[in-house]
């Protein structure tokens, strides 16, 4: 699986490097995730197809 996470969309270019800027230095992200979503374009909207429940990871001790 391969996270998206739209940061900016329809920004001048300016604007874009200016975000790019910002998160580069930051980047990779590392976080922890419960579930995930699973969209689906229809010609007009993103819609949600399938809600992902993820298992509950064990930790040791």
Do not use: C, I
């Not at 992200?29 to 374009?41: G, M």
Request: hydrophobic share 45%; no cysteine; aromatic share 8%.
């Amino acid at each position: 699986m391969v996270p998206h996470l739209t940061v900016a969309d329809e920004e001048t270019r300016e604007e874009l490097a200016a975000v790019e800027n910002d998160l580069q230095p930051k980047l990779p992200l590392t976080t922890h995730v419960d579930a995930a979503e699973l969209y689906v374009f229809d010609g007009g909207w993103w819609q949600v197809r399938e809600h992902l429940g993820f298992a509950a990871r064990s930790r040791r001790v």
